[in-house]
Protein backbone atom coordinates (compact mmCIF):
# COMPACT_ATOMS: atom_id res chain seq x y z
CA UNK A 1 0.00 0.00 0.00
CA UNK A 2 1.15 3.78 -0.22
CA UNK A 3 -0.41 6.92 1.08
CA UNK A 4 0.04 10.61 0.98
CA UNK A 5 3.29 11.83 2.17
CA UNK A 6 2.72 12.71 5.67
CA UNK A 7 4.49 14.87 8.36
CA UNK A 8 3.78 13.78 12.01
CA UNK A 9 4.51 16.55 14.98
CA UNK A 10 5.78 14.90 17.95
CA UNK A 11 7.30 11.85 19.31
CA UNK A 12 5.77 10.98 22.35
CA UNK A 13 3.61 7.85 22.86
CA UNK A 14 0.92 9.15 20.40
CA UNK A 15 3.35 10.15 17.64
CA UNK A 16 5.04 6.64 17.78
CA UNK A 17 2.22 4.76 17.69
CA UNK A 18 0.72 6.75 14.80
CA UNK A 19 4.32 6.03 13.29
CA UNK A 20 3.86 2.65 13.57
CA UNK A 21 0.68 1.98 12.20
CA UNK A 22 1.29 3.84 9.11
CA UNK A 23 4.62 1.96 8.60
CA UNK A 24 2.68 -1.18 9.14
CA UNK A 25 0.13 0.46 6.01
CA UNK A 26 3.07 1.58 4.08
CA UNK A 27 2.31 5.52 4.46
CA UNK A 28 5.46 7.57 3.56
CA UNK A 29 5.91 9.95 7.05
CA UNK A 30 8.67 11.86 8.52
CA UNK A 31 7.76 12.84 12.52
CA UNK A 32 9.57 15.75 13.59
CA UNK A 33 10.47 16.27 17.24
CA UNK A 34 11.76 19.19 19.05
CA UNK A 35 13.65 17.20 21.44
CA UNK A 36 16.68 15.15 21.51
CA UNK A 37 14.86 11.63 22.51
CA UNK A 38 11.37 10.35 22.17
CA UNK A 39 9.11 9.90 25.06
CA UNK A 40 7.68 12.85 25.09
CA UNK A 41 5.51 13.29 28.81
CA UNK A 42 7.33 9.83 30.09
CA UNK A 43 10.63 11.62 29.15
CA UNK A 44 11.56 13.17 32.59
CA UNK A 45 13.66 15.81 32.32
CA UNK A 46 12.64 15.93 28.93
CA UNK A 47 14.95 19.12 27.60
CA UNK A 48 11.99 20.50 25.57
CA UNK A 49 10.06 21.32 28.63
CA UNK A 50 7.21 18.70 27.43
CA UNK A 51 7.37 16.19 30.26
CA UNK A 52 5.15 16.20 33.72
CA UNK A 53 6.83 13.38 34.85
CA UNK A 54 8.30 14.34 38.27
CA UNK A 55 11.03 12.32 40.16
CA UNK A 56 8.34 9.43 41.97
CA UNK A 57 6.13 9.19 39.75
CA UNK A 58 4.15 5.67 39.02
CA UNK A 59 1.65 5.27 36.44
CA UNK A 60 -2.24 5.18 37.84
CA UNK A 61 -2.72 2.60 35.00
CA UNK A 62 -1.76 -1.11 35.85
CA UNK A 63 0.44 -2.41 32.86
CA UNK A 64 -2.03 -4.83 31.99
CA UNK A 65 -4.59 -2.07 30.79
CA UNK A 66 -1.32 0.14 29.65
CA UNK A 67 -0.23 -2.07 26.86
CA UNK A 68 0.14 -1.88 23.35
CA UNK A 69 -1.88 -5.00 21.62
CA UNK A 70 0.93 -6.09 19.70
CA UNK A 71 3.58 -4.89 21.95
CA UNK A 72 2.99 -6.15 25.81
CA UNK A 73 4.87 -4.74 28.93
CA UNK A 74 7.27 -6.98 30.27
CA UNK A 75 6.21 -9.34 32.87
CA UNK A 76 8.91 -8.02 35.11
CA UNK A 77 7.59 -4.79 34.86
CA UNK A 78 5.24 -4.21 38.18
CA UNK A 79 1.64 -3.74 38.29
CA UNK A 80 2.08 0.06 38.16
CA UNK A 81 5.51 1.01 36.87
CA UNK A 82 7.58 3.88 37.34
CA UNK A 83 7.36 6.39 34.90
CA UNK A 84 11.38 5.82 33.86
CA UNK A 85 9.98 2.26 32.90
CA UNK A 86 7.02 3.71 30.68
CA UNK A 87 10.29 5.45 29.21
CA UNK A 88 12.32 2.03 28.36
CA UNK A 89 9.10 0.25 27.21
CA UNK A 90 8.62 3.33 24.74
CA UNK A 91 12.05 3.14 23.62
CA UNK A 92 11.98 -0.95 23.21
CA UNK A 93 8.78 -0.53 21.32
CA UNK A 94 10.44 2.18 18.86
CA UNK A 95 13.22 0.16 18.73
CA UNK A 96 11.51 -3.23 17.69
CA UNK A 97 9.48 -1.36 14.61
CA UNK A 98 12.40 0.60 13.44
CA UNK A 99 9.99 3.89 14.44
CA UNK A 100 13.57 6.40 14.70
CA UNK A 101 14.88 6.17 11.42
CA UNK A 102 11.94 8.37 10.63
CA UNK A 103 12.30 11.01 13.56
CA UNK A 104 14.06 13.99 12.99
CA UNK A 105 15.67 14.72 16.41
CA UNK A 106 15.95 18.71 17.51
CA UNK A 107 13.10 19.54 14.56
CA UNK A 108 10.51 22.19 16.19
CA UNK A 109 7.95 22.82 13.83
CA UNK A 110 7.51 27.03 13.88
CA UNK A 111 4.75 26.83 11.41
CA UNK A 112 2.77 24.50 9.42
CA UNK A 113 0.77 26.56 7.07
CA UNK A 114 -2.07 24.56 4.74
CA UNK A 115 -1.85 25.67 1.35
CA UNK A 116 -4.88 26.86 -0.48
CA UNK A 117 -5.31 23.61 -2.68
CA UNK A 118 -4.48 21.26 -0.38
CA UNK A 119 -1.17 19.75 1.48
CA UNK A 120 0.94 21.89 3.87
CA UNK A 121 4.14 23.54 4.02
CA UNK A 122 5.58 22.69 7.67
CA UNK A 123 8.68 25.71 8.53
CA UNK A 124 10.95 24.09 11.01
CA UNK A 125 12.70 26.16 13.35
CA UNK A 126 15.93 26.13 11.16
CA UNK A 127 14.91 27.91 8.86
CA UNK A 128 13.75 24.86 6.73
CA UNK A 129 10.79 24.30 4.49
CA UNK A 130 8.85 20.97 3.89
CA UNK A 131 5.81 20.11 1.62
CA UNK A 132 3.38 17.42 3.21
CA UNK A 133 0.18 16.21 1.49
CA UNK A 134 -1.01 15.05 5.04
CA UNK A 135 -0.37 16.86 8.65
CA UNK A 136 -1.17 14.34 12.02
CA UNK A 137 -0.88 16.55 15.28
CA UNK A 138 0.61 14.59 17.90
CA UNK A 139 2.20 17.31 19.79
CA UNK A 140 0.67 16.31 23.43
CA UNK A 141 -1.62 18.17 25.87
CA UNK A 142 -0.16 17.89 28.89
CA UNK A 143 2.55 20.15 28.42
CA UNK A 144 1.28 23.88 28.70
CA UNK A 145 0.40 24.61 32.26
CA UNK A 146 -3.10 25.61 32.77
CA UNK A 147 -3.43 28.04 35.99
CA UNK A 148 -5.69 29.87 37.95
CA UNK A 149 -6.64 33.15 38.33
CA UNK A 150 -7.80 33.78 41.88
CA UNK A 151 -7.91 37.80 42.96
CA UNK A 152 -5.00 39.06 44.83
CA UNK A 153 -1.23 38.37 44.94
CA UNK A 154 0.08 35.12 46.60
CA UNK A 155 4.18 36.83 47.92
CA UNK A 156 5.47 33.35 48.49
CA UNK A 157 7.01 30.52 46.01
CA UNK A 158 4.59 29.34 43.67
CA UNK A 159 4.93 26.56 41.10
CA UNK A 160 2.69 24.61 38.43
CA UNK A 161 3.02 21.06 39.22
CA UNK A 162 4.09 20.22 36.06
CA UNK A 163 7.39 22.10 36.93
CA UNK A 164 7.42 20.07 40.25
CA UNK A 165 10.14 17.22 40.34
CA UNK A 166 10.82 16.81 43.57
CA UNK A 167 11.21 18.23 47.20
CA UNK A 168 14.55 19.96 46.45
CA UNK A 169 13.38 20.43 42.93
CA UNK A 170 12.88 23.63 41.91
CA UNK A 171 12.54 25.09 45.51
CA UNK A 172 13.32 23.44 48.83
CA UNK A 173 10.54 22.43 50.40
CA UNK A 174 11.54 21.24 54.05
CA UNK A 175 10.14 22.73 56.89
CA UNK A 176 7.75 24.52 54.87
CA UNK A 177 4.16 25.60 55.17
CA UNK A 178 2.71 24.37 51.45
CA UNK A 179 -0.34 24.94 50.13
CA UNK A 180 -1.33 22.32 46.84
CA UNK A 181 -4.31 23.47 44.73
CA UNK A 182 -6.18 20.66 43.37
CA UNK A 183 -7.07 17.09 43.88
CA UNK A 184 -6.62 15.18 40.60
CA UNK A 185 -3.60 12.54 40.72
CA UNK A 186 -0.67 14.44 40.69
CA UNK A 187 -2.18 16.81 43.62
CA UNK A 188 -3.01 13.65 45.45
CA UNK A 189 1.14 12.50 44.79
CA UNK A 190 2.41 15.46 45.60
CA UNK A 191 0.87 16.25 48.68
CA UNK A 192 1.80 12.79 49.52
CA UNK A 193 5.44 12.98 48.86
CA UNK A 194 5.62 16.66 50.67
CA UNK A 195 3.63 15.59 53.73
CA UNK A 196 6.39 13.00 54.85
CA UNK A 197 7.38 13.55 58.36
CA UNK A 198 10.73 13.57 57.69
CA UNK A 199 10.90 16.72 55.78
CA UNK A 200 8.59 18.36 58.60
CA UNK A 201 6.41 20.81 56.11
CA UNK A 202 2.96 21.72 56.97
CA UNK A 203 0.66 20.14 54.19
CA UNK A 204 -2.36 21.55 53.11
CA UNK A 205 -4.99 20.62 50.05
CA UNK A 206 -7.16 23.02 48.40
CA UNK A 207 -10.05 21.68 46.16
CA UNK A 208 -13.07 23.31 44.27
CA UNK A 209 -14.86 20.58 43.73
CA UNK A 210 -13.33 17.90 45.85
CA UNK A 211 -13.23 14.59 44.11
CA UNK A 212 -14.19 10.92 44.85
CA UNK A 213 -11.24 8.98 46.09
CA UNK A 214 -10.66 5.24 44.80
CA UNK A 215 -8.00 3.10 45.39
CA UNK A 216 -4.98 1.24 43.27
CA UNK A 217 -5.88 -1.95 44.37
CA UNK A 218 -9.02 -4.22 45.12
CA UNK A 219 -8.82 -7.70 46.87
CA UNK A 220 -4.84 -7.40 45.91
CA UNK A 221 -5.78 -6.92 42.49
CA UNK A 222 -5.35 -3.93 40.34
CA UNK A 223 -8.14 -2.33 40.44
CA UNK A 224 -8.77 -1.13 36.38
CA UNK A 225 -8.77 -5.49 35.96
CA UNK A 226 -11.92 -5.43 37.59
CA UNK A 227 -14.42 -2.78 36.00
CA UNK A 228 -14.64 -2.32 32.31
CA UNK A 229 -17.80 -0.27 30.69
CA UNK A 230 -19.70 -2.43 28.29
CA UNK A 231 -20.48 -1.14 24.90
CA UNK A 232 -23.77 -3.04 24.74
CA UNK A 233 -25.40 -1.11 27.47
CA UNK A 234 -26.54 2.40 27.91
CA UNK A 235 -23.18 4.15 29.48
CA UNK A 236 -25.89 6.26 31.75
CA UNK A 237 -27.02 2.83 33.42
CA UNK A 238 -23.36 1.95 34.33
CA UNK A 239 -22.58 5.31 35.82
CA UNK A 240 -25.47 4.76 37.81
CA UNK A 241 -24.44 1.17 38.76
CA UNK A 242 -21.50 2.74 40.05
CA UNK A 243 -22.07 5.48 41.69
CA UNK A 244 -21.93 3.47 45.32
CA UNK A 245 -18.86 2.02 44.21
CA UNK A 246 -15.87 4.29 46.06
CA UNK A 247 -18.37 5.09 49.19
CA UNK A 248 -17.92 0.94 49.22
CA UNK A 249 -14.29 0.40 48.80
CA UNK A 250 -12.91 3.77 50.05
CA UNK A 251 -15.50 5.51 52.24
CA UNK A 252 -17.12 9.19 51.70
CA UNK A 253 -14.12 11.94 51.27
CA UNK A 254 -15.92 13.74 54.31
CA UNK A 255 -14.76 11.42 56.42
CA UNK A 256 -10.86 12.29 55.79
CA UNK A 257 -11.57 16.16 56.02
CA UNK A 258 -12.85 16.85 52.34
CA UNK A 259 -15.14 18.45 50.84
CA UNK A 260 -18.37 17.14 50.27
CA UNK A 261 -17.98 16.33 45.96
CA UNK A 262 -20.45 18.93 43.71
CA UNK A 263 -20.67 15.94 41.46
CA UNK A 264 -21.94 12.33 41.33
CA UNK A 265 -19.02 9.83 41.15
CA UNK A 266 -17.85 9.30 37.14
CA UNK A 267 -19.28 13.13 36.64
CA UNK A 268 -15.41 14.40 36.70
CA UNK A 269 -12.23 12.96 37.01
CA UNK A 270 -11.55 10.61 40.33
CA UNK A 271 -8.56 10.48 42.34
CA UNK A 272 -6.83 7.08 42.31
CA UNK A 273 -5.21 7.16 45.29
CA UNK A 274 -4.47 4.86 48.45
CA UNK A 275 -2.34 6.68 50.30
CA UNK A 276 -4.27 9.98 50.25
CA UNK A 277 -6.83 9.16 52.00
CA UNK A 278 -4.07 7.51 54.84
CA UNK A 279 -2.30 10.52 55.17
CA UNK A 280 -5.24 12.48 55.48
CA UNK A 281 -6.72 10.67 57.72
CA UNK A 282 -3.09 11.02 59.64
CA UNK A 283 -2.79 14.12 60.27
CA UNK A 284 -0.13 14.60 57.64
CA UNK A 285 -2.12 16.67 55.39
CA UNK A 286 -5.16 19.37 56.19
CA UNK A 287 -7.96 19.97 53.28
CA UNK A 288 -9.32 23.13 52.74
CA UNK A 289 -12.15 24.29 50.21
CA UNK A 290 -11.43 26.24 47.28
CA UNK A 291 -9.28 29.63 47.66
CA UNK A 292 -11.00 33.06 47.88
CA UNK A 293 -8.23 35.65 47.50
CA UNK A 294 -4.31 35.78 47.62
CA UNK A 295 -3.15 38.44 50.42
CA UNK A 296 0.70 38.17 50.46
CA UNK A 297 1.88 35.18 52.56
CA UNK A 298 -1.54 34.29 53.21
CA UNK A 299 -4.67 32.44 51.55
CA UNK A 300 -7.97 33.01 52.61
CA UNK A 301 -10.55 30.12 51.80
CA UNK A 302 -14.11 30.58 51.03
CA UNK A 303 -14.93 28.80 54.42
CA UNK A 304 -13.93 31.45 56.37
CA UNK A 305 -10.37 30.39 57.42
CA UNK A 306 -7.17 31.51 56.38
CA UNK A 307 -3.48 30.24 56.75
CA UNK A 308 -0.21 31.67 55.94
CA UNK A 309 2.06 29.31 53.43
CA UNK A 310 5.62 29.35 51.98
CA UNK A 311 5.05 28.06 48.63
CA UNK A 312 1.75 27.19 46.77
CA UNK A 313 2.09 24.31 44.26
CA UNK A 314 -0.76 24.30 41.71
CA UNK A 315 -1.86 21.09 39.81
CA UNK A 316 -4.92 22.56 38.01
CA UNK A 317 -4.39 21.12 34.25
CA UNK A 318 -3.10 22.13 30.93
CA UNK A 319 -4.38 23.97 28.08
CA UNK A 320 -4.43 22.56 24.97
CA UNK A 321 -1.82 24.23 22.37
CA UNK A 322 -1.28 24.68 18.94
CA UNK A 323 2.27 26.91 18.80
CA UNK A 324 2.55 26.30 14.72
CA UNK A 325 -0.65 27.20 13.80
CA UNK A 326 -1.82 30.36 13.41
CA UNK A 327 -4.54 30.95 16.43
CA UNK A 328 -7.16 32.61 13.50
CA UNK A 329 -7.06 29.01 11.39
CA UNK A 330 -7.24 26.47 14.22
CA UNK A 331 -6.92 26.49 18.22
CA UNK A 332 -8.72 25.12 21.56
CA UNK A 333 -10.23 27.76 23.41
CA UNK A 334 -10.94 26.48 26.76
CA UNK A 335 -9.53 23.39 25.64
CA UNK A 336 -12.93 23.00 23.59
CA UNK A 337 -11.49 20.70 20.29
CA UNK A 338 -14.62 19.20 17.95
CA UNK A 339 -13.11 16.44 16.26
CA UNK A 340 -14.60 13.39 14.67
CA UNK A 341 -14.02 10.52 16.69
CA UNK A 342 -11.42 12.73 18.62
CA UNK A 343 -9.45 12.82 15.02
CA UNK A 344 -11.26 14.46 12.12
CA UNK A 345 -11.59 18.47 11.39
CA UNK A 346 -14.74 17.91 8.78
CA UNK A 347 -13.58 20.77 6.93
CA UNK A 348 -10.33 19.80 6.57
CA UNK A 349 -9.35 16.42 5.13
CA UNK A 350 -5.90 16.51 5.18
CA UNK A 351 -5.01 16.80 9.05
CA UNK A 352 -5.20 14.95 12.00
CA UNK A 353 -4.82 14.40 15.23
CA UNK A 354 -3.77 11.57 17.46
CA UNK A 355 -3.77 11.44 21.31
CA UNK A 356 -6.03 14.92 22.11
CA UNK A 357 -8.60 12.97 24.36
CA UNK A 358 -8.88 12.13 28.89
CA UNK A 359 -9.54 8.43 28.01
CA UNK A 360 -10.44 6.19 30.53
CA UNK A 361 -8.78 3.90 31.82
CA UNK A 362 -5.82 4.84 29.87
CA UNK A 363 -4.63 6.55 26.84
CA UNK A 364 -1.91 3.77 25.63
CA UNK A 365 -4.44 1.60 23.60
CA UNK A 366 -6.80 4.36 23.03
CA UNK A 367 -4.28 5.79 20.55
CA UNK A 368 -3.35 2.42 19.39
CA UNK A 369 -7.43 2.53 18.25
CA UNK A 370 -6.66 6.06 16.62
CA UNK A 371 -3.55 5.17 15.01
CA UNK A 372 -5.05 2.37 13.26
CA UNK A 373 -7.71 4.10 11.83
CA UNK A 374 -5.50 6.87 11.18
CA UNK A 375 -3.19 4.30 8.90
CA UNK A 376 -6.27 3.18 6.79
CA UNK A 377 -7.54 6.50 6.31
CA UNK A 378 -4.21 7.67 4.98
CA UNK A 379 -3.78 4.09 3.28
CA UNK A 380 -7.27 4.74 1.19
CA UNK A 381 -8.86 1.89 2.68
CA UNK A 382 -11.26 4.09 5.29
CA UNK A 383 -13.13 6.85 4.48
CA UNK A 384 -15.14 9.06 6.86
CA UNK A 385 -18.93 9.98 6.46
CA UNK A 386 -20.04 13.52 4.86
CA UNK A 387 -19.14 16.57 6.23
CA UNK A 388 -22.71 17.47 7.74
CA UNK A 389 -23.02 13.24 9.02
CA UNK A 390 -19.53 14.11 10.69
CA UNK A 391 -20.83 17.31 12.22
CA UNK A 392 -23.64 15.52 13.46
CA UNK A 393 -21.73 12.74 14.90
CA UNK A 394 -19.34 14.76 16.35
CA UNK A 395 -22.61 16.66 18.60
CA UNK A 396 -23.47 13.18 19.50
CA UNK A 397 -20.41 11.95 20.69
CA UNK A 398 -20.03 14.68 22.83
CA UNK A 399 -23.60 14.09 24.29
CA UNK A 400 -22.40 10.48 24.88
CA UNK A 401 -19.42 11.17 26.49
CA UNK A 402 -18.81 14.69 27.62
CA UNK A 403 -22.38 15.88 28.60
CA UNK A 404 -22.29 14.49 31.98
CA UNK A 405 -19.23 16.18 33.16
CA UNK A 406 -19.34 19.50 34.68
CA UNK A 407 -18.49 22.36 31.88
CA UNK A 408 -14.99 22.57 32.40
CA UNK A 409 -11.15 22.98 30.37
CA UNK A 410 -10.37 19.26 32.08
CA UNK A 411 -13.50 17.33 30.96
CA UNK A 412 -13.75 18.23 27.66
CA UNK A 413 -11.84 15.21 25.92
CA UNK A 414 -13.32 12.55 27.87
CA UNK A 415 -13.62 9.11 26.30
CA UNK A 416 -14.63 5.64 27.25
CA UNK A 417 -12.06 3.37 25.63
CA UNK A 418 -14.12 0.35 25.82
CA UNK A 419 -16.70 2.02 23.99
CA UNK A 420 -14.80 4.18 21.61
CA UNK A 421 -12.93 1.18 20.42
CA UNK A 422 -15.79 -1.20 20.04
CA UNK A 423 -17.09 1.56 17.91
CA UNK A 424 -14.21 2.16 15.89
CA UNK A 425 -13.70 -1.72 15.20
CA UNK A 426 -17.24 -3.28 14.52
CA UNK A 427 -19.23 0.05 12.86
CA UNK A 428 -16.80 2.98 12.20
CA UNK A 429 -13.96 1.07 10.09
CA UNK A 430 -16.29 -1.37 7.95
CA UNK A 431 -18.64 0.89 7.12
CA UNK A 432 -15.49 3.37 6.26
CA UNK A 433 -14.33 0.50 3.82
CA UNK A 434 -17.91 0.24 2.25
CA UNK A 435 -18.04 4.08 1.46
CA UNK A 436 -14.59 3.61 -0.32
CA UNK A 437 -16.17 0.93 -2.75
CA UNK A 438 -18.60 3.28 -3.09
CA UNK A 439 -17.10 6.61 -3.82
CA UNK A 440 -13.58 5.98 -3.71
CA UNK A 441 -10.93 6.59 -1.01
CA UNK A 442 -10.17 10.49 -0.13
CA UNK A 443 -7.49 12.08 -2.17
CA UNK A 444 -4.64 14.27 -0.33
CA UNK A 445 -2.89 16.54 -2.77
CA UNK A 446 -4.20 14.63 -6.00
CA UNK A 447 -3.09 11.76 -4.81
CA UNK A 448 -4.99 8.99 -2.95
CA UNK A 449 -4.49 7.81 0.33
Not at 92 to 97: G, K
Not at 194 to 208: A, M
Not at 257 to 268: R, S
Request: hydrophobic fraction near 35%; aromatic fraction near 12%.
Amino acid sequence: MAGPRTCIIGAGLSGLCAGKMLSDYGVPYVCFESSDRIGGNWAFGNPNGHSSAYRSLHIDTSKHRLSFADFPMPERFPDFPHHSQVKEYLEDYAAAFALKENIRFRTTVARAHRLPGGGWEIRTADGERHFFEALVVANGHHWDPRLPDFPGEFTGKSMHSHHYVDPDNPFRLHGKRILVVGIGNSAADIAVELSQRSLGNTVVLSTRSSAWIVPKYILGVPADRLFATSPHLPLSWQRRLFRKSPVLLTGRPERFGLPTPNHHFLEAHPTQSHELPLRLGSGDITAKPDIERLDGDRVRFTDGTSAEFDAVVYATGYDISFPFFDPEFLSAPDNRLPLYKRMFRPDIPDLAFIGFAQATPTLFPFVECQARLLAAYLAGVYRPPERDRMRRIIAEDEKRFVAHFGDRPRHTQQVDYFVYEHDIRTRELPAGRNRVRELGPVVFGGKTG
